[in-house]
């Protein structure tokens, strides 16, 4: 049996390589890969045709030069990057690469898309909760065309028992996920920031049974595992992604220890199972009209603040920390919203920024050191 320690290791080994994973994964199937682009997209398609989804959510990559021919300077950093792992030929193994078009720079980065992989674009209706039916036919109606279109690329016939198969698959990872979190949450001092951050991560490059698997013998072990003493600061993160490790270090050095995710990257993806239906593509539909608590799926009502600020009493946090993704206005936007939410329930709170093209982290030192001394 393995020990925490080295199950980690092979997650890490995962989260760091993913050109690797996805090699070992075509030699061992005989099957290729299709890029998913932030932030979300019904995978259970792409699973049940055999092919393993990549998750694409650059890298940090300081001078970015190329990108700059295609996107303006104001262009959110994951996009920048992404952009320049494009022209890098950094993607061109990939079978196909889906798009999901819900802000600008989405909508931009579709149209210029210069990867040798066949791109597939499709859009997830935003009137989601005043119309629900109507939403619901229509994702239906554009998860059939990228089924289709997925379906001539690759050459293979997506049945509905096999969709229905990847659906089950989904959701016992996204259980499995949560599972994580929460026996984290319980035992902070256990697994480093890092540690978490790359079990989850893996997850974008695994085929989602084998994370599932690994991830439960890690679960079983943590919730056997001896309570590790932890004195600092319990905090909720909310956000595209918490990335690179030299800003989880950062956290670490000021005694934080993220109780709960809500990060585009890691729980939104997983915070809710997509519902049972006879048909699985509206199976799919449904769970995004039911989808709450992000700027990209929008509500009215602005749901994410009360689900930060319960998180908040779930998990006993101290805090709430913002990281935001350098110029992603869907999130910018809702900033202002967010701190009158917090103010009224009286939620301290911090803003960070996420840039994956800086080298320097101490803007983010300094807030956050500031703010561990500030609780
Ligand atoms: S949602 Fe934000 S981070 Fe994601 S692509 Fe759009 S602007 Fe960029």
Redo the contacts with the bound molecule.
């Keep these: 049996m393995s020990t925490i320690k080295e199950l980690i290791a092979q997650f890490r080994e995962v989260a760091d390589n993913p050109k690797k994973a996805m090699d070992d994964y075509k030699k061992e199937t005989g099957k290729g890969a299709v890029g998913i682009m ?2 979300y997209c019904p995978e259970e398609i792409v699973h049940a045709a055999g092919y393993l989804p990549m998750g694409m959510w650059g890298a940090q990559k300081k001078n970015i030069s190329k990108a700059r021919s295609f996107l303006p300077p104001f262009a ?1 950093s ?2 920048q990057s992404v952009m320049e792992l494009q022209l890098d030929g950094v993607y061109d193994e990939l079978d196909a690469v889906i798009f999901s078009v819900p ?1 600008d ?2 909508k931009c980065m579709s149209q210029k898309w210069k990867g040798k992989a066949p791109q597939i674009v499709f859009t997830h209706p935003q009137n989601r909760k005043m119309a629900m039916s109507a939403a619901n036919v229509f994702a239906r109606e554009e998860y059939a065309i990228l089924k289709q279109k997925l379906e001539d690329i690759l050459d293979v016939r997506i049945s509905v028992k096999a969709l229905k198969n990847s659906i089950a698959v989904y959701n016992e990872n996204r259980a499995a996920c949560r599972e994580f979190s929460d026996l984290v949450a319980e035992n902070p001092g256990l697994i480093s920031l890092k540690d978490r951050h790359a079990v989850i991560k893996a997850r974008w490059f695994m085929e989602k049974s084998r994370h599932t698997a690994m991830l439960k013998e890690l679960n079983d072990l943590i919730r056997s595992a001896d309570k590790v003493p932890f004195s600092g600061k319990r905090v909720v993160v909310s956000g ?1 992604l918490l990335e690179p490790d030299e800003v989880l270090d950062i956290f670490e050095e000021f005694g934080f220890a993220i109780v709960a995710d809500d990060l585009a990257q890691e729980t939104r993806n997983f915070r809710q199972d997509v519902p049972e239906d006879a048909d699985p593509l509206m199976a799919l539909a449904k769970a995004w009209t039911a989808f709450d608590g992000c700027s ?1 799926a929008t509500d009215a009502d602005k749901p994410k603040g009360d689900i930060l600020i319960n998180a908040v009493k779930k998990y006993n946090a101290d805090a709430v920390i913002v990281c935001m ?1 350098k110029f ?4 910018e936007f809702d900033y202002p919203i967010l701190l009158q939410q917090f103010a009224a329930a009286g939620v301290k709170n911090l803003q960070i920024e996420i840039d994956q093209e800086t080298t320097s982290f101490e803007q983010v030192r300094t807030r956050l050191q500031t703010f561990s001394e500030v609780l």
Excluded: R, S
């Design positions: 932030p932030v959110c994951v996009m802000c720079t989405l595209i990209l993704m992603c206005d869907p999130e």
